[in-house]
């Protein structure tokens, strides 16, 4: 039973589920002994960043580009468009330009790794730009 039931619910096999975050106080009682607990419920923590699309070859030229999409992976296994908050980069080959929203645009042939940052997490994929 929680005392809290609008931060997160404890039902009666045990089973606390969170509401939203911070902590509640929960008990449990059999036979006249009665056990007390505190929950702490946490927001989903970033754990990997996956880009798509993934491994791709560009022909270059002028105006051509290719749209990068960034989706974070959460410690709760639920996943998130965060495309508009990453710190995006282009490594390797100066194969081409970059906007702040995963917009790429290519300049010249060779091989470049597109990254994609959000704190300590980052998640890459290779581009490879080519003649006609």
Known sequence: M???PSIGVVNSTGLATGVT???F???AALNGVTGTFQLT???AVLQSITITPANQIIVNLPGNT???TAT???SDGTTQNITDSVQWSLGG???GTKSQTGSFSSVAIGLGTVTATSGSISGS???TVVSL
Do not use: E, K, R
Request: charge should be negative.
């Open 21 to 23: 975050t911070g902590a």
């Open 72 to 74: 974070g992976n959460y």
């Open 2 to 4: 929680s005392q809290t």
């Open 41 to 43: 419920v946490t927001s």
């Open 66 to 68: 290719l749209q990068f």
């Open 25 to 27: 106080n929960a008990a």
């Open 93 to 95: 080959v100066d194969v």
């Open 125 to 127: 994929t290779d581009l």
